[in-house]
């Protein structure tokens, strides 16, 4: 049994928006269960054994005059619950259900646009149109040309004379533009009074979420043993914690120290685990192991596969040696679980190999435990703050398996890392002064390979450049640089030069995502 089975769920049918999994975070923010399933898994037989108790089809790239464009099965309408379309998924509605869709010439709208009401009242629109025409986010090109029966038009934009339509009877919503996006700034309130038509009560809050994981785990794991490797990220620390209330110490936490961290993170983590949790750390400290095998290997591929492993390596000889370990916990986050629309079928390309423990648990015969396996990001941080976990944790920048690794284009050697590890401290001790690190997605500085000439009082300096970076994202597939004042950035390269022997230069990374990736490797 998992947490979905006791909660009202509701059914997000996936087209392949690019913002589908903005509608989960909104519904989730609203204290509702949810989950995407790509349209092509929703048969009705997965209709009949998921019983949503509203279901939302979400946009896509498709279009739905084309032949064999994708459809939901017809019984999404004969289920008796409301059902909401969103741009692709109201002109699939319309089409279904007997209207019309044509294809977009000189009808397309992109971006932002203004809708106004038709003046009829509609139980979705509560709220909305208190102050005039509503600003809402449009990116269509097809445009829905005649109504189902049943359907009336309750808003119109310039290129979308159907914006919001309805058959209030049956309780099925159809509207061209994006709630979910911030572009609509009052697109909250539309899902808030879907869920209220549709009757949610709001159940799915990480108070009551904690309790039945506990629970969950408890009968799970029975009086078995569990191994949590823990990075010190807020993922597998908030895991620890949780499975650690549930079963106390028949959970052992590994900490493999790579000697690729942080100043000061490998004592804040046995600090914060060992010593205030109480939680049984084995401290495996592992550094020299790494940086031999990583003694000539410039190329950041070869690094990161490297280091994936020996990490591999290391963990099952300190994992092996606990008796009667039978489970493995994971962070695993709901987006890593969310199985994506492809058209194209083909396999996305590698642009790195990311680090993480895959294989582990079927070579160590070791089964899996992923009490997070149901969260988004937010809701992992909120977790934690329910299980007390410090807010200095909670709120921490991302940090990459490779750790600084990736952060020290080309061969690494200790004195560098030494220099990097220095210069990074100072850097968000910087921020962290200036009260900007929780506006910020992640923040470090990297060491580049060139050494540059410098002046310092009367001499020359030869030394290293460092580059610091800083950015903002949602969730790291994107990102745009953090805009610094020029204070700021001439403050921090003062501080860092004078501080840091071994770097006489400092430049501000300006590159978004894409095109450049957030890690330098
Ligand atoms: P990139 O550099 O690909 O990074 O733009 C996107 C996000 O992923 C993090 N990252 C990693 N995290 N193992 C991790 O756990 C890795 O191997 C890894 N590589 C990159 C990166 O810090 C950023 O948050």
């Known amino acids: 049994m998992d947490h979905a089975t006791q909660h009202d769920r509701l059914l997000i049918v996936d087209f392949g928006s690019q913002v589908t999994q903005l509608i989960a975070r909104r519904l989730r923010e609203l204290d509702t269960y ?42 999404v309408f004969e289920l008796g619950v409301p059902v909401l379309g969103i741009c692709y998924g109201q002109q699939v509605m319309m089409a279904m259900l007997g209207g019309r869709v044509e294809r977009g010439e000189g009808t397309a709208e992109f971006g932002r646009a203004m809708v106004n009401a038709t003046g009829k009242p509609l139980d979705l629109l509560e709220g909305w149109f208190a102050e005039g025409p509503e600003q809402v986010w449009m990116s269509h090109g097809d445009h829905v040309a005649a109504l189902a029966p049943g359907f009336e038009v309750f ?196 642009i790195k190999s990311h680090h993480n423990v895959g294989g582990l648990p079927e070579k160590m015969g070791l089964k899996l435990v992923e009490p997070l396996r149901e969260l988004f990001k937010d809701e992992v941080r909120e977790l934690g703050r329910e299980l007390g976990l410090p807010e200095r944790f909670i709120g921490r920048h991302p940090f990459p398996g490779p750790g600084l690794a990736i952060r020290c284009p080309g061969e690494i050697t200790r004195d560098k890392l030494a220099i990097l590890r220095r210069a990074d401290a100072v850097y968000i001790d910087q921020i962290r002064r200036h009260g900007l690190y929780d506006e910020i997605w992640q923040a470090f500085a990297a060491l580049l390979p060139v050494r540059t000439v410098g002046v310092m009082g009367d001499g020359r300096t030869y030394d290293y450049a460092c580059a610091l970076r800083a950015v903002t994202s949602v969730d790291g597939m994107t990102a745009d640089v953090y805009p610094f004042s020029h204070d700021f950035l001439t403050e921090t390269a003062t501080r860092i030069i004078n501080e840091v022997r071994g770097i006489n230069r400092v430049t501000y990374d300006i590159t978004s995502k894409p095109p450049g990736t957030i890690e330098w490797e």
């Open 34 to 75: 949810c989950e995407i399933h790509p349209f092509q898994n929703v048969t009705e037989a997965f209709l009949r054994d998921f019983a949503p108790k509203a279901v939302i089809l979400s946009g896509g790239p498709a279009s739905v005059p084309d032949a064999g464009s994708p459809r939901p099965p017809q019984a």
């Open 155 to 350: 808003g119109t934009s310039p290129g979308a004379p159907f914006a919001i339509t309805a058959d209030p009877a049956r309780h099925f919503y159809a509207v061209q533009f994006h709630p979910e996006v911030h572009h609509t700034p009052n697109g909250r309130q539309l899902y808030a009074n879907f869920l209220k038509i549709a009757g949610f009560t709001g159940d799915w809050t990480m108070g009551a979420y904690r309790d039945e994981a506990i629970r969950m785990i408890r009968e799970q794991v029975g009086d078995a043993k569990v191994i949590c490797g823990l990075s010190g990220g807020v993922d597998s620390s908030v895991a620890a914690v949780l499975i650690h209330e549930a079963i106390g110490d028949q959970l052992t936490c590994v900490f493999v120290d790579h000697g690729l961290l942080r100043e000061g993170e490998a004592e804040e983590v046995t600090g914060m685990f060992r010593d205030h949790y109480n939680i049984p750390l084995i401290h495996a400290e592992e550094q020299d192991r790494f940086l031999d095998a990583l003694e000539g290997v410039p190329d950041p591929e070869e690094k990161r596969k490297t280091i994936g492993r020996l990490f591999i390596d290391v963990f099952q000889e300190h994992a092996g040696r606990i008796e009667g370990a039978a489970f493995l916990a994971q962070g695993t986050l709901y987006p890593d679980v969310i199985e994506s629309v492809s058209f194209s079928g083909g396999p996305s390309v590698t």
